[in-house]
């Protein structure tokens, strides 16, 4: 599954883009989210019979999840039920991004805006976080929360800053403009959609671009009316399906994901 990723930049991000080459060459069939991904797959000599377009199934529990409507029970997080401004959810683990002196800046010049950030728990990602942002108003920082905590808190999000590669197709399915702040991206596809945007890791281009989405309700509006370009929330009956094509217990290839 999430097959045909890639940047074309085996060092960015590393060690994922080796990885995700290096198991292509050993899997039999390959669930791709996107067609642009089945492209990739092709130029690299896969076989288009051992290749389906699926949708990510992440956009599938995302949909499960978000139908049970999940209460942010986890007392740390109780203080978001009374939050009158906007939040700005941020995730950064990634060697370039430590520290984000950009959120000090956002927050100073938007005083509605409040930041949670979900440390990552490498001691260098932490100890940078803490050292620059701990105390600071309106800066949150804490422990990463559990999967179904992280739903909750991202249906309550105005804005996400990211380097991770997942939230990149999360969001887009929660109309969530995302600001990804990497240099490369193997999810190309959001850019194309309007629903994310890569900005880098400059200070000065980070808060550009959140000031943008903060200050200008069409240009925010623009990226959260797109449509998700990673899946309907059917990929996991696809590959279902698939398995049992391949298998030699069903007759019909299974459907394909359109964006």
């Known amino acids: 599954m999430e097959a045909g990723l890639r940047t074309e930049d085996k060092f960015s ?147 996400i800053i990211s380097d991770s590669g997942g939230i990149q197709e999360e969001a887009p399915a929660l109309s969530i403009p995302v600001l990804v702040i990497r240099e490369k991206t193997e999810r190309p596809e959001g850019i194309t959609a309007g629903v994310t945007r890569l900005v880098g890791t400059d200070t000065e281009t980070i808060v550009a671009e959140a000031n943008r989405l903060l200050t200008s309700p069409s240009a925010y509006a623009q990226m959260a009316s797109g449509a998700c370009p990673y899946g309907d929330g059917q990929a996991a009956r696809r590959i279902a399906d698939a398995l049992e094509f391949f298998g030699g217990r069903r007759e019909q290839r299974p459907d394909e994901f359109e964006a």
Not at 79 to 95: E, K
């Open 13 to 159: 991000p590393f060690p994922e883009e080796i990885n995700r080459r290096l198991t292509a060459v050993l899997a039999d069939y390959h669930f791709a989210a996107t067609s642009a991904a089945r492209s990739n797959l092709l130029a690299e000599g896969i076989s288009a019979e051992d290749i389906l377009v699926t949708g990510n199934p992440v956009v599938d529990a995302l949909y499960h999840i978000r139908e049970q409507q999940p209460a942010l029970t986890d007392t740390a997080f109780e203080w978001l039920q009374d939050l009158s401004g906007r939040l700005l959810l941020v995730t950064a683990h990634r060697r370039e991004n430590w520290g984000v002196p950009a959120l000090r800046q956002i927050v100073d010049q938007h005083p509605d805006v409040t930041i949670l950030y979900p440390v990552h728990p490498n001691p260098r990602v932490k100890d940078a976080a803490y050292e620059l942002l701990d105390g600071v108003d309106r800066i949150v920082l804490c422990e990463p929360p559990d999967y179904l905590t992280f739903i909750g808190i991202m249906t309550r999000t105005d804005l």
